[in-house]
């Protein structure tokens, strides 16, 4: 089975440079181009199953991607951003003067990252993983799109890099609405085939 994983498009505070998480933001004009461009290549795929994060920006990503179809879309929670508890709204140049250890651990050791009221990346990539295992269990489907974000895309490509948590932000950037292709069997093994738009060797 195929499994599209795309990264929202941008947001408004995705401009402004604010800690998202769990907490919503809109789309800008700029990032529902994104989708609707990023859907002009997906609608030569055979993607009738679609699971989106319920955070609103993932949700308008998904109604630009898929605007000329109709695939069957579930909405799971489980597919949300890393919950980033207090820092949540604040302007990321904020946090960096107030808590400059757990900003260079989030941005350069991400391992080490922990904030009281925030999830771990350690907890995303399990809640994430678990997330994709219950979808490859339940779908027949043999091409699905997933639609998500950075953080929890990128710990699922670490995880099928077997690659450590500490390399989490190492290129490919995850740009908006970055699409990276698994081929996973029902028990969701498998390997990355496209990373972040950039092709994968894997012979």
């Given at each position: ?31 529902k ?81 922990s ?47 077997d ?41």
């Amino acid at each position: 089975m195929l499994v599209h994983l795309i990264r929202h498009g941008q947001t408004n505070w995705n401009e402004e440079h604010r800690a998202q998480g769990h907490s919503e933001s809109a789309l800008t004009s700029l990032g529902k181009q994104q989708a609707a461009a990023l859907g002009a290549d997906l609608s030569q795929r055979n993607i009738n199953k679609v699971y989106c994060s319920g955070s609103v920006r993932t949700r308008e990503t998904a109604d630009q991607l898929f605007i000329d179809s109709t695939p069957e879309i579930h909405y799971l929670d489980s597919l949300k951003e890393i919950h980033l508890g207090s820092w949540e709204g604040r302007l990321y140049s904020d946090i960096k003067i107030d808590s400059p250890e757990d900003f260079h651990h989030f941005w350069h050791q991400p391992h080490l990252f922990s904030v009281a009221g925030a999830e771990s990346f350690y907890e995303l990539q399990k809640r994430a993983l678990q997330a994709l295992f219950e979808i490859c269990k339940k779908t027949q489907d043999t091409e699905i799109a997933i639609i998500s974000h950075g953080a929890l895309i990128k710990s699922l490509l670490c995880h099928y890099e077997d690659r450590p948590l500490s390399g989490l932000w190492d290129p490919p950037k995850m740009h908006n609405c970055a699409h990276s292709i698994l081929e996973l069997d029902s028990n969701a093994r498998g390997y990355i085939i496209q990373y972040a738009g950039m092709t994968m060797d894997v012979t």
